[in-house]
């Protein structure tokens, strides 16, 4: 199994340019979400989804789109990059069954990202 | 709102000291889970435990053992006769059971001195 990917693993980008982070996970995980981690800050959820078609904000989503036309796949867009995005960005998932369920996260290994 | 707070921003030991990391929740939620997460230089994050709101057994595993306290909305984090191996970065993260919203802590950075 491969369970998260992410890609890519770096990337460097002029500031007003626009790209996509790819998630992708083979565990079919219903639950998939993006986080940023910035020093001293933690890790802050940007964007998450409890399932293919639905996706919900989290603590910081300004400047950030996601879709999740399939269980496997949860893409995280800049529409226009700014220096304030530089950060690492991990993407995980998890099963998840409603109000009911819970499981571990299973997290991708990262993509860094520096926009000049 | 959920909110996580990890008020330790960096604490330092010598091999072999017991160490507590804090962690403090707020929620109105009833159903919600918690959570630890290592994570080492290497950069990646590995899961150390997960608690539901209805269960308040402390639990041990080796060194490790954590101690929910619901009435101090509190999930704390012990490592006895602590390694050099265990400095990390250490994660508590909050899941909202009802909307599915797992946020974390601002981490505490625990170093282990030879």
């Known amino acids: 199994n491969a369970g998260v990917t992410q890609t890519p693993k770096f990337q460097v980008l002029k500031t007003g340019q626009s790209m996509t982070l790819q998630c992708a996970q083979d565990m079919n995980h219903e639950y998939m979400s993006w986080y940023r981690q910035d020093p001293g800050m933690g890790l802050r959820l940007i964007h998450y989804?409890?399932?293919?078609?639905?996706?919900d904000q989290g603590e910081v989503p300004n400047g950030y789109n996601v879709s999740r036309s399939t269980t496997e796949d949860f893409p995280l867009r800049l529409l226009s990059a700014a220096p304030s995005q530089t950060s690492v960005y991990f993407c995980?998932?998890?099963?998840?069954?409603?109000?009911?369920?819970?499981?571990?996260?299973?997290f991708g290994a990262g993509s860094r990202l520096t926009v000049l | 709102a959920q909110k996580v707070t990890q008020a330790q921003t960096e604490i330092s030991v010598v091999e072999k000291e017991d160490v507590t990391l804090d962690c403090v929740y707020e929620?109105?939620?009833?159903?919600?889970?918690l959570f630890w997460y290592k994570q080492p230089p290497s950069g990646e994050l590995v899961f150390l435990i997960r608690?539901?709101?209805?269960?308040?057994q402390n639990e041990i595993s080796g060194r490790y053992s954590w101690n929910f306290q619901k009435s101090t909305s509190s999930f704390n984090f012990t490592i006895t006769a602590s390694q050099v191996v265990d400095s990390a970065v250490y994660f508590c993260a909050f899941l909202s059971g009802n909307t599915g919203k797992l946020i974390f802590g601002q981490g505490t950075t625990l170093q282990v001195k030879p």
């Open positions: 989804s409890v399932g293919a078609g639905i996706t």
């Open positions: 995980a998932s998890s099963s998840w069954t409603g109000s009911g369920g819970a499981n571990v996260l299973t």
């Open positions: 608690r539901n709101s209805f269960d308040e």
């Open positions: 929620t109105r939620d009833t159903t919600y889970y």
